[in-house]
């Protein structure tokens, strides 16, 4: 069996009177991809901005591989190697793709002034790593073409592609995808698809995401984690999601069961 590389526990999540997490456990395999889906307002996102740093729970607790972390701040998160993209890309937008990519990398020398007056040529060996390593992943992902385009410029799939190219610039141990397929056209979704599966397969990645999308969740996901009212409301495989009447009258809808 693999092994656990984050749980979760008996998390509450409270904003005034609205309870959005509801003693919401689950656990994350390594080397697996595990999807998230539920109709609005089940706490999907919440759950996200707990385990990554962005809101502290009223409640339980978050282990990564068996450290407590609940309750640290995402830069402490990222150097663990817990990475996560927004379903609205954070891209630096007068920079190029490859520059995007060269200031993820944490602790450059060039960041200290002293250090970058005294050692210029250290700076510049490092830079070159850094730039090889950019160049590598864009390849990797096959938007090298785009390596000189301003990030701004970029369509909302070419952005979803340039926020998986930053995590890898840093070997994220587990990535946490919000929405990835929103807005993107399907052909270019192919192409991040195609890009999470390869990254799994091939570099060992785990993956967590929330999505929409239910052809593109079953075609990546297992498991599959529904959320209801803040709780898991069923976990399981494409196929016995779509065959659970629970699930099918609170997500996917009467229809689906065909």
């Keep these: 069996m693999s092994e656990t590389i984050l749980n979760v526990q008996n998390i509450v999540k409270r904003f005034g009177g609205l309870v959005a997490l509801n003693d919401c456990t689950i656990d994350i395999k390594k080397g697996s991809i595990t999807g998230i889906i539920g109709p609005n307002g089940s706490g999907k996102s919440t759950l996200f901005n707990v385990i990554t740093g962005q809101l502290k729970p009223e409640s339980g607790a978050v282990f990564y591989h068996g450290q407590n972390i609940t309750g640290l701040e995402p830069y402490q998160l990222f150097e663990l190697g817990m990475l996560r993209t927004f379903q609205i890309a954070h891209e630096f937008t007068n920079m190029t793709v490859i520059e995007n990519l060269m200031v993820v990398p944490g602790k450059q020398a060039g960041e200290n002034l002293l250090y970058s007056l005294v050692n210029r ?135 689906a069961k065909k």
Excluded at 192 to 210: H, P, Q, V, W
Excluded at 223 to 243: D, H, M, N, Q, Y
Aim: with cysteine; hydrophobic share 40%; charged share 35%.
């Design 121 to 255: 040529r250290r700076i510049q060996e490092e830079d070159e790593v850094i730039k090889q390593k950019a160049n590598e992943v864009l390849e990797f992902l096959k938007i090298d073409h785009l390596r000189n385009e301003l990030a701004g410029n970029l369509s909302g799939g070419q952005k979803k592609l340039l926020e998986l190219a930053r995590t890898m610039m840093v070997d994220a141990k587990i990535v946490f995808l919000d929405e990835v397929g929103a807005g993107v056209h399907k052909t270019l979704l192919k192409d991040i698809a195609d890009s999470i599966e390869r990254l799994n397969k091939e570099k060992g990645y785990t993956f967590c995401m929330i999505e929409h999308d239910f052809e593109l969740i079953s075609r990546l996901c297992d498991p599959i984690i529904v959320l209801a009212e803040g709780s898991v409301l069923f976990k399981g495989t494409s196929r016995e999601i779509k065959s659970n009447d629970e699930v099918i009258e609170s997500y996917l809808g009467r229809g």
